[in-house]
């Protein structure tokens, strides 16, 4: 059984949301709403601010069950000591993380094209994450858009060598556009304007769970 459950990764990102807001209240609303997977993503704060953040976070989901990740900083989540760390192509190697983190840690991995879909097979990670599927303002994405083909494309490279490695898509999602990802291939996907621009988080991430799980339901 796999070690993450990625349908809903609700990612708090502090650039498209702003530091200013109560970053592990709206976690909370986002995991009771139905998020199967918190991120933290802060590209621009200081070392010790992001720490301080992490660990906020970390607390207000006690107890919820639900895993906290730090994207790309392995350093802020060993410190805070979340759940597991985000990375990509040009983050710290995964074998190297792992040894740091330990076998339990969760480790996933951001794939944009073959090259890197080749070393998630390769790499001792929990879930892949394809994207960017669509232009979004949260991140600038060099390599452009992949779209759904795209996606599938990638997922089913993933999928020969390890198929029951969770899959999920990431960039410009919202509740149209989850139907035709889940078809193309993805166990869930990662989501940060749908839900934490929204005046009701909890609510968004409800709404986007059951059309989540109903589109996999549809797929089975």
């Known amino acids: ?62 107890g919820t069950g639900i895993p906290l990740l730090v994207n790309d900083r392995i350093d802020v989540a060993l410190v805070a000591c979340v759940e597991g760390v985000h990375v990509g192509r040009e983050d710290m190697l995964v074998a190297d993380i792992r040894k740091l983190l330990g076998p339990d840690a969760i480790i996933g991995l951001t794939v944009k094209n073959e090259a890197d879909a080749q070393a998630a ?24 858009p992949i779209g759904f083909d795209g996606f599938a494309r990638l997922a089913a490279i993933i999928r020969v060598a390890k198929p029951d490695l969770p899959v999920g898509a990431i960039a410009g999602l919202d509740l149209a556009r989850i139907p035709p990802a889940i078809a193309a291939g993805a166990d869930g996907v990662a989501i940060i304007s749908a839900i934490f621009r929204q005046p009701d988080p909890r609510n968004a991430a409800r709404i986007l769970r059951e059309a989540v799980d109903q589109s996999l339901k549809a797929m089975a």
């Open 121 to 144: 097979i390769e790499a001792d990670i929990d879930y892949a994450c394809i994207g960017g599927l669509f232009e979004t303002p949260a991140k600038h994405n060099p390599d452009g």
């Open 1 to 62: 059984m796999p070690k993450v459950d990625f349908r809903l990764n609700a990612i708090v990102d502090v650039d498209a949301i702003g530091g200013d807001k109560d970053l592990g209240y709206l976690a909370l609303e986002a995991a009771r709403g139905g998020a199967t997977i918190i991120q933290y993503r802060d590209k621009n704060s200081p070392t010790r601010k992001m720490v301080e953040r992490a660990r906020a976070i970390h607390a207000a989901l006690k």
